[in-house]
């Protein structure tokens, strides 16, 4: 049985939803993509990009706290982070004013349905 997105340290429920969004159903998925990848695929499918979440998913991923990555590596992290957020940017078929209004929290989201 596959195990639970939620299974890699620092990620939870709210993680697990994130990814099932993507299409990405299992913590093998995710391990198998990647962080770079695995963030990609939630960028695409709506989630807003945040530094905090994509570094939670790189330190997860190598079995340490999220609060462990400090100085150089977390300034690496940062230009990787800004590099996925390139690659998607006004790709969606939005402006470049939709996408900056949506980093900002201006533009609403669709919630997704309940349960």
Not at 24 to 47: K, Q
Not at 63 to 79: F, I
Request: hydrophobic letters at 45%; a positive charge; one cysteine or more.
């Amino acid at each position: 049985m596959p195990e639970p997105v939620s299974s890699i340290l620092n990620l939870g429920p709210a993680s697990e939803a994130a990814f099932a969004r993507a299409g990405i159903h299992s913590a093998e998925e995710v391990r198998a993509l990647g962080a770079d990848a695995a963030y990609l695929a939630l960028l695409r499918a709506g989630t807003a990009p945040h530094f905090i979440g994509y570094y939670v998913l790189v330190m997860g991923l190598q079995g340490r706290p999220w609060n462990d990555c400090q100085g150089a590596e977390k300034k690496a992290l940062r230009v990787s982070f800004d590099a996925l957020k390139a690659q998607v940017g006004s790709k969606k078929g939005r402006s470049d004013l939709e996408a900056a209004l949506d980093f900002l929290g201006v533009v609403e989201r669709p919630k997704p349905p309940r349960r």
